[in-house]
C-alpha cells in the first residue's frame, strides 16, 4: 500500500507542496488526483465531483517537459487544441500570452532543441494551461534543472500561478522550493505515506532565496522542515541501535 488515511482538504486557487522521502507516495497522490490511478479506498473530490477517470480541468506536469521537437514552441504549446478539437486560430493569441507570461516572448518559432532546459520546462507549463486547468499537478518538474534555473523557474511560476489563479499541488524532493512557492506544505511520513503534518507558509509574496526581507522567515521554515523530516530517520536509528 502507498498510501494510508490521507484526509486532506485544498481550497480552490491554493498552491499546496508536498513533501517527504522518496516512495512516500507523493506521485502516487498526483496521479489518483489525475484520475491515473484507481482510488482502492475513500474518493477524491473536485469541485464537488468524484474523480472516477482523466479530466479536461486536471493538468499533470512531469519531471521531463516532453516536448515534441519537430514542432515550434508555439506549436507545442497549442498542441491541446488539436486533441481536444478545439479551433487553433482562437487559442493563438490566448498560446502567446501564456508565452509572454513565462519570458518566452521572441522564441515562438523555436525548436526544443534550440532552447534551454529551463525555458522548455516552461513550455510545458504553458501548454499544461492552456485549457485552463481547474487544478494543475505538478511531479517534481525542476529536478532535472541546476540550482540557479530551478530558484529562477519558483520564482516566475509564483507570478504563473497568481495570473492564472489555478489550485496547483507541487511534488518536490526540495524543501527551499516548497517554502518558496507553496501556501501550505504537506509533509509525508514513510511508506505507506501519511500525512503527517501540514505547515502553513504565511511569507508574504513574490518570495526568493536571496537578500530580502523576509530571508530569515523563509530560512526558519525551511529549517523547521527538514527537522520534520529529520525526526523520522532519527527515531528509526535510534531504535535500532536498541535492539
Do not use: Y
Request: aromatic share 4%; net charge neutral.
Amino acid at each position: 500500500m502507498a498510501l494510508q488515511g490521507i484526509g486532506l482538504h485544498i481550497a480552490e486557487g491554493e498552491f499546496v507542496a508536498v513533501v517527504g522521502r522518496s516512495g512516500c507516495g507523493k506521485s502516487t497522490l498526483l496521479r489518483l488526483i489525475a484520475g491515473l490511478l484507481p482510488v482502492t479506498e475513500g474518493e477524491i473530490i473536485i469541485g464537488g465531483e468524484r474523480v472516477t477517470g482523466a479530466r479536461r480541468d486536471v493538468a499533470l506536469l512531469l519531471q521531463r517537459p516532453a516536448l515534441l521537437p519537430w514542432r515550434s514552441v508555439l506549436d507545442n504549446v497549442l498542441l491541446p487544441a488539436e486533441i481536444f478539437g478545439w479551433s487553433k486560430a482562437e487559442r493563438r493569441d490566448q498560446a502567446c500570452r501564456l508565452l509572454e507570461t513565462a519570458g518566452l516572448s521572441g522564441f515562438e518559432k523555436h525548436r526544443p532543441h534550440e532552447l534551454s532546459g529551463g525555458m522548455q520546462q516552461r513550455v510545458s507549463l504553458c501548454r499544461s494551461l492552456m485549457g485552463k486547468p481547474r487544478v494543475l499537478l505538478m511531479d517534481e518538474p525542476f529536478s532535472a534543472l541546476d540550482a540557479l534555473t530551478r530558484a529562477e523557474l519558483a520564482v516566475e511560476l509564483q507570478r504563473v500561478h497568481i495570473e492564472n489563479s489555478a489550485t496547483v499541488v507541487f511534488v518536490t524532493h526540495s524543501i527551499d522550493e516548497a517554502v518558496l512557492l507553496a501556501d501550505r506544505v504537506v509533509v509525508f511520513s514513510p511508506r505507506p505515506g501519511r500525512v503527517r503534518k501540514v505547515v502553513d507558509i504565511a511569507i508574504p509574496r513574490p518570495r526568493t532565496l536571496g537578500r530580502t526581507a523576509h530571508l530569515g522567515e523563509v530560512a526558519r521554515c525551511s529549517a523547521d522542515l527538514h527537522e520534520l523530516l529529520m525526526e523520522r530517520d532519527m527515531s528509526t536509528s535510534a531504535e535500532t541501535e536498541e535492539r
